[in-house]
């Protein structure tokens, strides 16, 4: 089974402040792809980021990046000297191969992030 | 934009009653993939279509089915309403049906009320 734990259900920071997300999680697959989404308050799901098995390497995109270790099953998303247009709620997802529905995603909890001036 | 559109945006019906949810992939798509947002629940995979297929089934209740026309938009049904079945659905799109690593991009989603 998989499973996507993302312990932190709200966090709030000041403007210009980073912040980390936390995401753990369980799969028996080998192989397998980590993906983030944002959901702004007008609800929908945007996509941010897609990470496979057996890419380790930490990614950047401008404000926003992430880091992959496989060793602690953990795939944390920083953003860095937050806005308020950050504010939304985050979700990590995982899909794996091999499970017979390849395609679908496990999704997280979400974390909830509030930005304020 | 993502380019996948669902109608209608917003849904109010009564217990019992049954609904009809529709979804548009993105042009090139031939998957498409329901979810379900709820408070209790959170957001959970329904069911997936390729070009007319269903390919893979989540945590679809027996009351919900769902079909992919020829023109590849996609219909979710939901019957026999219940309070519980208050969600967002959420329609998402992709390239291949098979590939655990596509993207998914997801419509703006429609809200069900039931009340």
């Known amino acids: 089974a998989q499973k996507v734990t993302q312990a932190q259900t709200e966090i709030s920071v000041v403007e210009k402040e980073d912040v980390t997300l936390d995401c753990v999680y369980e799969?028996?697959?080998?192989?397998?792809?980590l993906f983030w989404y944002k959901q702004p308050p007008s609800g929908e799901l945007v996509f941010l980021i897609r990470?496979?098995?057996?890419?380790?390497q930490n990614e950047i995109s401008g404000r926003y990046s992430w880091n992959f270790q496989k060793s602690t099953s953990s795939f944390n998303f920083t953003i860095t000297a937050s806005q308020v247009v950050d504010s939304a709620v985050y979700f990590c997802?995982?899909?794996?191969?091999?499970?017979?529905?390849?395609?679908?995603?496990?999704f997280g909890t979400g974390t909830r992030l509030q930005v304020t001036l | 934009d993502s380019g996948v559109t669902q109608t209608p945006k917003h849904l109010i019906t009564a217990t019992g009653q049954r609904v009809t949810l529709r979804c548009s992939p993105r042009?090139?798509?031939?998957?498409v993939y329901w979810y379900q947002q709820s408070l209790d629940q959170g957001l959970q995979f329904l069911i997936q279509?390729?070009?007319?297929?269903?390919?893979a089934k989540g945590n679809i209740l027996e009351r919900f089915s769902a079909q992919q026309f020829p023109d590849l938009h996609s219909e979710l049904n939901l019957s026999s309403l219940e309070l519980g079945d208050s969600a967002l659905y959420f329609c998402?799109?992709?390239?291949?049906?098979?590939?655990?690593?596509?993207?998914?991009?997801f419509g703006p989603g429609t809200r069900l009320t039931v009340t």
């Open positions: 279509y390729y070009n007319g297929e269903e390919r």
């Open positions: 799969t028996r697959d080998t192989t397998y792809y």
């Open positions: 990470r496979n098995s057996f890419d380790e």
């Open positions: 997802a995982l899909s794996a191969v091999n499970t017979g529905t390849a395609s679908k995603l496990t």
């Open positions: 042009s090139g798509d031939l998957s």
């Open positions: 998402a799109s992709g390239a291949t049906p098979g590939l655990a690593g596509v993207e998914q991009y």
